[in-house]
């Protein structure tokens, strides 16, 4: 084979994520001989999960990151990195951003990249959701409804395994599940309560892409064994990841190559065919440029990533970037609004327990501004709250210690007697998208490849704040009703990008003029080139998005290829 064919491809897919992994089992189960491109360095399921098996006194430090070595991770380590997952991390000193206002960009640059490290809960969006810009007057309309995705999430759920509990609710509709994990006693409890002196507020389990039962397709996944040790690789293959899953089971099919440690800088322009011809690549190890042809594009590598690409794919028919005469790329960065919450004790369930570590919380679905019934406030759209209760180690720690210092056995059995009940839960919001969040490319700071810095001007706003203060005050009261007692609300004021849920930098939509995709996540300006990560989102509903990223991903393909043997792209 010579060089030139090496080169060729049907098709090209930037990312190896959650997206990026969908792109190419999909691609290459339809026949389609796949590039997967990916800027960081390869990893492998299980052979590079270095402290799947570490107890905390097998790390040095107890698993904490020395200060000399944080100092190379000066924004990933706002998000709390450890000895136990750092590696998943990006070095922020190999490839940096800037920020005007506070935005915590949070990265896994390697192959699998954040769906080795993602919280995994799986929700789908709603009418609620897609119909929301349009009926309020916000941003541009969804050019989708559920209707068009219902199916595509049926089909990404079946394979990846959603454990949660059918609840029948139109605004967060249920998904093909797997038996849920459990309640604990004051989870059950709570539940209760509300249900009983609140209307329409529900608490359930989370919704997680965890195998609970039986198997799922890809490097032998088994059923979850509660250890919760998810961010430093599960060996079990019990949760979605890209390189368990789709990534080792694209590559069945003969028809992947992988290629890790390779940056995509722009894609290539054919004007005369008015199509993409291909993408530019810098070698990551030796900077070496490689130009790699395609007959069509899917990029999947991070809202932000992403859209970079498209600004950087300039040329005389695009100026601007790549599908930028609308103007859009890059603005209406939205996220999901955290870090304020509420805690509190409870007396009583003292001879219960519960077994094994779930890697779970519980879940309260929305319950603002559902429909014209719904109670007046003075935001809009809604939240949704995540957390769970425990039981503290060791009973009266401090005071055995500091009151009476027993030894021995007496002092053994007594730090080994649990503490009392807990319950803490952090609210989870939606964020409207606005024109003027953004970010820009600054090429007058290049980095070692040559490329130019990120630069985000992005910021909650007033609508979010209000939303923030309504989701203390009713966690309180619903903590409040349930007996809890020393009932605490906290803010740690997290700014926008700490959700890690980044989206709507080339959003989807019906016109042209206002928007970057069309229904298919296809460019309307250049039809074999596609965006399925959350720079697509027109709006970002107040549920975790990656299950939405994912089903639209495997139905862009099922389009493009389509696309391909009509020879219309």
Same mark, same amino acid.
């Given at each position: 084979m010579n060089v030139l064919d090496q080169n060729n491809f049907d098709a090209i897919v930037v990312g190896s994520g959650v997206s990026g992994g969908w792109a190419a089992k999909e691609l290459c189960e339809k026949g389609l001989k796949t590039l997967v491109l990916e800027r960081g360095r390869m990893v492998k399921h299980i052979e590079d999960y270095?402290?799947?098996?570490?107890?905390?006194?097998?790390?040095?430090?107890?698993?904490?990151?020395?200060?000399?070595?944080?100092?190379?991770?000066?924004?990933?380590?706002?998000?709390?990195?450890?000895?136990?997952?750092?590696?998943?991390?990006?070095n922020d000193q190999e490839h940096d951003y800037d920020e005007i206002k506070p935005f915590d960009w949070i990265r896994g640059k390697q192959v699998g990249g954040r769906s080795l490290?993602?919280?995994?809960?799986?929700y789908r969006l709603s009418d609620l959701d897609f119909e929301a810009n349009?009926?309020?007057?916000?941003?541009?309309?969804?050019?989708?409804?559920?209707?068009?995705?219902?199916?595509?999430?049926?089909?990404?759920?079946?394979?990846?395994?959603?454990?949660?509990?059918?609840?029948?609710?139109?605004?967060?509709?249920?998904?093909?599940?797997?038996?849920?994990?459990?309640?604990?006693?004051?989870?059950?409890?709570?539940?209760?309560?509300?249900?009983?002196?609140?209307?329409n507020r529900y608490l359930t389990i989370g919704r997680v892409a965890h195998i609970t039962e039986g198997t799922k397709p890809g490097l032998g996944r088994i059923e979850c064994q509660h250890r919760n040790r998810c961010s430093r690789g599960c060996p079990f293959g019990s949760y979605y990841s890209s390189i368990s899953s789709t990534l080792p089971i694209a590559e069945a099919t003969g028809n992947?190559?992988?290629?890790?440690?390779?940056?995509?800088?722009?894609?290539?322009?054919?004007?005369?065919?008015?199509?993409?011809?291909?993408? %530019?690549?810098?070698?990551?190890?030796?900077?070496?440029?490689?130009?790699?042809?395609?007959?069509?594009?899917?990029?999947?590598?991070?809202?932000?990533?992403?859209?970079?690409?498209?600004?950087?794919?300039?040329?005389?028919?695009?100026?601007?970037?790549m599908g930028n005469r609308s103007g859009e790329l890059g603005h209406n960065i939205m996220d999901h609004q955290l870090g304020a919450g509420v805690s509190g004790s409870i007396d009583g369930f003292l001879d219960k327990y519960y077994i094994g570590r779930r890697p779970n919380g519980v879940y309260i679905p929305r319950f603002r501004n559902l429909n014209k019934n719904s109670e007046k406030v003075d935001f809009l759209r809604g939240y949704g709250y995540q957390g769970g209760a425990s039981r503290a180690t060791g009973n009266n720690w401090t005071n055995t210690v500091a009151e009476y210092a027993p030894y021995g056995k007496e002092f053994k059995d007594e730090i080994l007697n649990p503490g009392g009940w807990s319950f803490g839960m952090g609210g989870f919001g939606e964020v409207l998208p606005y024109h003027e969040n953004h970010f820009f490319l600054n090429y007058d700071k290049l980095d070692q490849y040559g490329l130019p810095t990120i630069v985000f001007d992005a910021e909650f706003k007033e609508n979010e704040k209000i939303m923030k203060k309504d989701w203390l005050i009713q966690g309180q009261e619903m903590l409040d009703a349930a007996g809890f007692k020393n009932i605490r609300s906290y803010d740690s004021n997290a700014p926008i990008g700490k959700g890690i849920?980044?989206?709507?930098?080339?959003?989807?939509? %019906?016109?042209?003029?206002?928007s970057v995709l069309n229904k298919n996540n296809q460019l309307h300006e250049v039809d074999n080139v596609f965006v399925t990560d959350g720079a697509c989102m027109t709006s970002a509903g107040n549920q975790n998005p990656s299950l939405t990223y994912m089903a639209l991903t495997a139905r862009a393909v099922n389009f493009a290829v389509d696309e391909l043997k009509k020879k219309n792209i």
């Open positions: 270095p402290t799947m098996n570490l107890d905390p006194w097998d790390m040095k430090h107890g698993g904490a990151t020395p200060h000399e070595i944080k100092e190379k991770y000066t924004k990933q380590k706002r998000w709390g990195i450890n000895e136990g997952n750092r590696h998943f991390y990006n490290i993602w919280g995994r809960q799986t349009i009926k309020e007057g916000i941003g541009i309309d969804w050019p989708i409804r559920y209707k068009d995705i219902a199916p595509w999430y049926s089909y990404v759920e079946n394979h990846i395994g959603v454990s949660g509990e059918a609840m029948g609710l139109s605004h967060l509709p249920d998904s093909e599940f797997l038996k849920p994990m459990e309640l604990n006693c004051v989870e059950k409890h709570l539940r209760n309560s509300i249900s009983k002196k609140f209307k992947m190559t992988l290629r890790a440690d390779s940056i995509v800088s722009e894609i290539v322009y054919d004007k005369k065919t008015k199509k993409a011809s291909g993408v %530019r690549v810098i070698d990551a190890i030796t900077k070496e440029t490689t130009e790699y042809k395609a007959k069509v594009i899917f990029l999947c590598a991070s809202a932000m990533a992403s859209t970079a690409i498209l600004m950087q794919s300039k040329s005389d028919a695009f100026p601007n970037g849920h980044e989206m709507g930098t080339a959003r989807m939509g %019906r016109d042209p003029k206002t």
